[in-house]
């Protein structure tokens, strides 16, 4: 399960709504890719279908999709997004990460 904040939530539903996606029917794809400082890096898009190895939640109103290989690293992650003077952009929780990289974009286990 991946969890989505009430800041996350609202910032995805703005995004996907300038993108030309609807919030209600489509969905937030949330994987894990090779790369980043730290070794893997976190890839977050939008989506309008699902794939064969999808694994599919819903939290706090948003759909959310996860290939069954990065859902093995992001189980428990919650999504966050930061507008503070650090930064501005979305924060992945993520309890599986054993160190991150400065930015939080990348981590490794």
């Not at 400082?37 to 976190?42: D, N, T, W």
């Not at 093995?72 to 003077?85: I, R």
């Amino acid at each position: 399960m991946i969890k989505v904040s009430e800041t996350a939530r609202q910032k995805i539903v703005q995004l996907m709504s300038e993108d030309g996606f609807n919030a209600s029917t489509d969905y937030t794809r949330v994987g894990v890719k090779s790369g980043g400082c730290s070794g893997l890096s976190y890839d977050l898009s939008f989506d309008k279908e699902l794939q064969e190895d999808d694994k599919v939640f819903e939290d706090n109103g948003v759909k959310i999709i996860v290939d069954k290989k990065s859902f093995l690293y992001l189980v428990g992650t919650t999504l966050e997004y930061s507008g503070g003077l650090n930064g501005t952009g979305f924060v992945f929780n993520n309890p599986n990460a054993n160190r991150t990289c400065g930015c939080g974009e990348s981590f490794s286990l």
